[in-house]
């Protein structure tokens, strides 16, 4: 059974735009697949906590080892890179916040980026150890970043390769409060992208 994990970073949650366009390639995604599984994470209303010494040192420690409030940190952890591990799909949906992506997707991310579980260090360089998946990220945006300030791309390209995701997708919708007319125009334009995105069942 293919599975896919949705993860929505938007603050409004589902009725953000974001989480609109990703709700729409998900149930394309179902129509191909009817007997498929998906898992929806929103970090608005169950954010994934901030990273902290402490948990951090949960992560490093040896299980033996670890005190009950570390275990307990680390299972937090493994429960969210089993979920990412058993996705064959991963759907983002992400809102530019003050030029980057939303802290709770960071946080989600110093989460599942675990030496030795999710990406581990040869001789060679870092290795990411979540390979084989697919991944969609659909960003929305006020203004217009593509040619110019883009700080989102190249770091959700750089983590995702990192951990081993390295068949990205890319859907952007811009421009969404320069007025009406760039925003219906621009989301326009990404549903159509979406529609690209995978082929219809029959």
Known sequence: MSTLLQINASLAGASGQSSRLAQRFVADWQTKHPEGRVITRDLASDPVPHLTAERFQAFLSQPDARTDEQRAHAAYSDALIEEIKNADTIVFAVPMYNF??????????????????????????????????????FITRGGFYADAADTQTPYLKQFLGFIGI??????????????????????AQAHNAIGELLPRAA
């Open 100 to 137: 980057s992506v939303p802290s709770t997707l960071r946080a989600y991310f110093d989460h599942i980026a675990r030496a030795g579980v999710t990406f581990r260090y040869t001789a060679n360089g870092p290795e990411g150890l979540l390979k084989g998946k697919k991944a969609y990220v």
């Open 166 to 187: 390295t068949d990205v997708n890319f859907v952007f919708a811009e421009g969404l409060g320069m007025g009406e007319e760039s925003r219906e125009k621009s989301l």
